[in-house]
């Protein structure tokens, strides 16, 4: 590590970036065990040559003092002390053994946040150990913001994790909801290039209709409608009626590629498009003219991402707008929705070993519906506090923050408190790790082997990519699924949903993550099967070259009946979930609260990533401060200069942040970027300020999205006000 | 896609701070930042983060595929400058 690395001769090792879902291909200049410099790969098959800031300045959460190199035990005091693995892991393993021998099980639980889906290995461990221990308590970070797509994934496509994908390569209408992917660089698709890529469908002459509360980046390149934040639903409802009513669909690819759509006339026959326009605040006019010149584009693509996921209607969202793709007979087909080019066969092995699902049992609680073998984290607080069987008393936090990242955050930070163990695996003390017993420390993704696991299915250009650690890792880290093995050897388990793992374990045999997903590739569709297929793919031919093999050109269309699970091949579009959510959001009040007459949106924000990445220098120079948004109508109405200090109040929580008096969020929307207000040992992102954005939102099960308990983060109703004012009074 | 400085700079120093990849000049060790009246980016070297865009205070940068006209010989003044003082 001390090593100067002008006396060593640099090296260029080529690798992706594994901070978000973009996956960049990057160029590392490594000299001895140091990265000297991170670059863009411009020969990566998808990213061509792009990268951000956040992954270019990685090497300095590597480097970062505040970042803990050895397992740490929290003393009464609340400090913390080095401790070796073994007397760690041997107190942990016996500490769960004394939880599960007096409660079961189900006592013990684990939450994964969003980087474990960087970090394939532990993903894998991190499900198999849930499995194995038939636990409810698993808890993922998708329930803030992405569950609505896995529900839908099961309900129309009959797999979770089935995601088809906006062909912006080739599509003639782009319509992009409450999404910014110039900023956030795309989620849940994986276009490289992202922004050059959509310029390019206006120099085709296509268009590009961005909806969005705020003038985003991506909005200020193309045409923008301004939208209420949560109004998305209730625009697809529009849009869909104006369609069937109209008799604009593609009944051909209705009655060929589904099932149910007979239905959908009734769905939408409720939805009053004046009401439409008011919870929107987008003019009837417009909103027809968006369904007619949706469906009569040649080929068009509606796709929605965070912003149209934080809402009360998530679920019924995302449904909305598989369903506009669908009936313009969009689906799989160039310019449309497509499906991707899976080289690893997840779908199809989780399918098997039947991970997947959606409301197979009820949490113990809130008796929300599970998806994916997981709960909401809206429910974690209730589940430690509410006795009985099957109560929470242990949780293992995998590279997380629930803390800041959750709904009702305060309420989070509390019943943690009250665990018999909290075991956090994070490289930082961060606001939840410092309420930890343990702290245990992992590599990071310069420091571990890694494939895209996430994105794989749906890469804009399929491209296979497996790298090997790019440089050892400092200290006494650990590989996360390394850690988790061995908590798990301690309580007696393999972490594994597989039958016959447990039985194997007991003989001593547990097969390692890379063995098992090299498996996977080799009887996969690309997969070399053992040297039947020449030219196959196996970790040795990736390993061998770690800048990525390059599958196809573009998204295959026509493979419908491979990728849909369904027995029948064809989407499922009448469920009765959805028939009732539509009633509940028609029978709901429209949206006026005179004490809160403001709408909360959340703004992503191009040097954050989620909760993390406010201790590196680099992202946070130029005194980077946390601002709530607001338009200048509002403000003077308010009393508000910018820069004033405000307090942004609702009917859960309070917190302040200077103003930015700004034309470019929507009269009556503010917007605040979230991720701010740390606390803990990272010491940077504690000086940096900022408040708890979460602790604005709420966890009550029923204004939540009812269907999964995904998190409402967005359209929080708030009033704001000068804080001066406040003293005053 | 590189970003380009253009005629509004007035050589303050935000983007220099936030660059990732050091490709604005000049900087503070290099000769005429105390004089310089405006800085400029290295095409060869711009990743196209945008992250200057955003830490400008006059918003002086664009991305070189959407330079307004009235500013479209930057694009060469930018690139001109690194060939005068070669490569930092």
Redesign the interface.
């Known amino acids: 590590m001390d090593q100067p690395s002008a006396a060593i001769e640099p090296v260029e090792k080529r690798l992706f970036c594994g901070i978000c879902e973009a996956s960049c291909g990057l160029v590392a200049t490594v000299a001895g065990d140091e990265v000297v410099k991170l670059r863009p790969d411009p020969d990566h098959p998808n990213s061509r040559g792009f990268a951000c800031s956040k992954g270019i300045s990685f090497p300095d959460v590597r480097r970062d003092p505040d970042r803990i190199l050895h397992p740490l035990r929290r003393q009464p005091d609340g400090s913390f002390t080095p401790v070796s693995w073994q007397e760690a892991l041997d107190d942990i393993g016996s500490r769960l053994r004394g939880v599960i021998d007096g409660h079961g099980r189900e006592s013990f639980g684990v939450y994964g946040g969003n980087p474990l889906v960087w970090n394939y290995a532990a993903f894998l461990t991190a499900f198999g150990m849930a499995a194995a221990l038939g636990t409810k308590h698993f808890f993922s970070s998708s329930s803030t913001d992405v569950n609505n797509y896995f529900a839908v994934g099961e309900l129309l496509y009959g797999h979770n994790m089935s995601n088809p994908v906006p062909d912006l390569a080739r599509t003639d209408f782009f319509l992009c909801l409450g999404a910014n992917p110039v900023v956030s660089h795309g989620s849940m698709m994986n276009v490289g290039r992202v922004r050059e890529t959509m310029l390019e469908i206006t120099q085709r002459d296509g268009r590009v209709v961005v909806v969005d509360p705020r003038r985003t980046e991506t909005a200020e390149l193309f045409e923008h409608v301004p939208i209420y934040p949560s109004g998305d639903v209730w625009l697809l409802a529009a849009m869909l009626k104006v369609i069937l009513d109209e008799g604009r669909y593609d009944r051909a690819a209705l009655v060929e590629m589904t099932r149910g759509h007979e239905t959908l006339t009734a769905l939408v026959s409720g939805v009053d498009l004046e009401r439409a326009a008011r919870e929107t605040g987008i003019a009837i006019e417009r909103i027809i003219d968006l369904a007619r010149d949706f469906a009569a584009a040649p080929s068009a693509v509606v796709y929605g991402r965070c912003g149209a996921s934080l809402g009360p209607f998530a679920t019924l969202t995302k449904y909305l707008i598989d369903v506009l793709n669908i009936a313009t007979g969009n689906l799989d087909r160039p310019g449309g929705w497509c499906f991707g080019r899976p080289w690893l066969p997840l779908e199809k092995i989780t399918a098997l070993l039947k991970v997947n699902g959606y409301d197979r049992w009820r949490t113990r609680v809130d008796g929300i519906p599970e998806l994916l073998g997981t709960s909401p984290l809206i429910s974690l607080p209730r589940e430690i506090r509410t006795p009985g069987k099957g109560q929470l008393r242990a949780l293992l936090v995998v590279s997380g923050n629930p803390v800041l990242a959750s709904p009702a955050s305060g309420e989070i930070e509390s019943a943690i408190q009250e665990l018999d163990l909290l075991v956090s695996i994070d490289p930082y003390i961060n606001d939840t790790s410092r309420h930890a017993h343990y702290v245990l420390p992992p590599t990071l993704w310069l420091e571990r082997d890694g494939l895209p696991i996430y994105t794989q299915a749906w890469a804009a250009v399929p491209y296979a990519q497996w790298v090997p650690a790019t440089v050892p890792a400092p200290g006494d880290v650990r590989d996360d699924w390394w850690i988790l093995d061995e908590i798990c050897k301690r309580i007696g388990i393999v972490p594994s949903p597989a039958p016959g793992a447990q039985l194997l374990g007991r003989l001593g045999i547990r097969f390692k993550p890379p063995l098992v997903f090299d498996l996977m590739l080799r009887l996969g569709p690309e997969g070399d099967l053992f040297g039947l297929r020449r030219g196959g793919l196996s970790r040795r031919k990736l390993m061998a070259n770690t800048g990525g093999v390059k599958l196809a050109d573009g998204l295959p269309t026509g493979v419908r009946h491979k990728a849909v699970h369904h027995k029948d091949h064809r989407v499922h579009l009448d469920h009765p979930v959805i028939a009732s959510e539509m009633r509940r959001l028609i029978a709901g009040p429209e949206r006026d609260d005179p004490e809160y007459p403001l709408r909360l949106f959340s703004v992503r924000e191009l040097r954050s990533h989620n909760s993390w990445l406010q201790n590196v220098p680099k992202l946070m120079a130029g005194d980077r401060v946390q601002r709530l948004l607001i338009h200048p109508d509002d403000a003077q109405e308010l009393g508000i200069d910018d820069g004033d200090e405000v307090e942004i109040a609702s009917r859960h929580g309070r917190i302040t942040a200077p103003a930015r008096v700004t034309d470019e969020v929507m009269r009556g929307s503010v917007g605040l970027p979230h991720g701010w207000g740390h606390r803990g040992g990272w010491r940077r992102a504690v000086a940096a300020g900022g408040s708890i954005y979460n602790l604005l939102t709420t966890n009550a099960p029923a204004e939540v999205d009812v269907p999964t308990g995904n998190a409402v983060l967005n359209g929080v109703a708030v009033r704001v006000r000068p804080v001066e004012r406040i003293q005053r009074y | 896609?590189s970003y380009v400085i253009a005629a509004p700079c007035v050589a303050d120093y935000?983007c220099v701070?936030?660059?990732?990849?050091d490709c604005i000049s000049p900087g503070p060790d290099e000769p005429g930042f105390d004089n310089a009246e405006q800085l400029y980016i290295n095409p060869a070297e711009c990743?196209?983060?945008?992250?200057c865009v955003?830490?400008c205070p006059v918003d002086a940068i664009f991305a070189i595929?959407?330079i307004p006209d009235r500013y479209a010989r930057y694009r060469k003044i930018n690139a001109d400058y690194f060939q005068a003082h070669g490569r930092r």
């Open positions: 896609m935000s701070e936030v660059c990732p990849v990743i196209g983060c945008r992250a955003e830490a595929d959407r």
